[in-house]
Antibody, heavy 119, light 112 residues
Framework: QLVESGGGLVKVGGSLRLSCVDS????????MNWIRQAPGQGLEWVSS????????HYADSVKGRFTISRDNAKNSLDLQMNNLRVEDTAVYYC??????????????WGQGTLVTVSS | QSVLTQPPSVSGAPGQRVTISCTGT?????????VQWYQQLPGTAPKILIY???IRPSGVPDRFSGSKSGTSASLAITGLQAEDEADYYC????????????FGSGTKVTVL
């Protein structure tokens, strides 16, 4: 089970740090991701980090402003969000990239944490 | 703007069959990348419905089925039920995106 925290209201240009804790036993085995959903909108993949933390990817929309990190000893995933913009307003989900054979998919997802950026 | 295109909404009466299309390009679905489908019930997080184009995880009812052909994929729901009213998203990979994972624009299924 994944549980996010850290969301809230912040002004344009501000910063926020999201966290996601995995209560399972295999956190360190999996690629982890942040995926967001703006109000009334669809899903947008934001960032991913490999199981060891060695490989990191960002969506163009957040590159240079957001930083993903993980602590496998604490089963935790973080997203440091700087220079926030109004368009970053969304529910942020953490999700595991589950793999089975040649297939992988996002499962499970956390319940989400709402980030609101005001002008 | 989503990389994968879905119809905004589809509807059907209980018991009917509905399909949702997911149209991509030669850099994602057309490149041979697998398609996944997620169901998002109102007020909840998305849940995996189909992976690897047409594989149902355990626990997903067999009235849900997926297919892929060329640059498109489809999700079919047969024997539509009231609890199927939700948003549905396709997801794949894209070789031209800096970040590899892309989602469809989402489809709202309404049970009449």
């Amino acid at each position: 089970q994944l549980v996010e925290s850290g969301g809230g209201l912040v002004k344009v240009g501000g910063s926020l740090r999201l966290s996601c804790v995995d209560s399972g036993l295999t956190f360190s085995n999996y690629n982890m991701n942040w995926i967001r959903q703006a109000p009334g909108q669809g899903l947008e993949w934001v960032s991913s980090i490999s199981s060891s933390g060695s490989y990191i990817h960002y969506a163009d929309s957040v590159k240079g402003r957001f930083t993903i990190s993980r602590d496998n000893a604490k089963n935790s995933l973080d997203l440091q969000m700087n220079n926030l913009r109004v368009e970053d307003t969304a529910v942020y989900y953490c999700a595991r990239l589950y793999s089975s054979g040649p297939y992988d998919w996002f499962d499970p997802w956390g319940q989400g944490t709402l980030v609101t950026v005001s002008s | 703007q989503s990389v994968l295109t879905q119809p905004p909404s589809v509807s059907g009466a209980p018991g009917q069959r509905v399909t949702i299309s997911c149209t991509g390009t030669s850099s994602n679905i057309g490149a041979g990348y697998d398609v996944q489908w997620y169901q998002q019930l109102p007020g909840t997080a998305p849940k995996i419905l189909i992976y690897g184009n047409d594989i149902r995880p355990s626990g997903v009812p067999d009235r849900f089925s997926g297919s892929k052909s060329g640059t498109s994929a489809s999700l079919a729901i047969t024997g539509l039920q009231a609890e199927d009213e939700a948003d549905y998203y396709c997801q794949s990979y894209d070789s031209r995106m800096r970040g590899p994972y892309v989602f469809g624009s989402g489809t709202k299924v309404t049970v009449l």
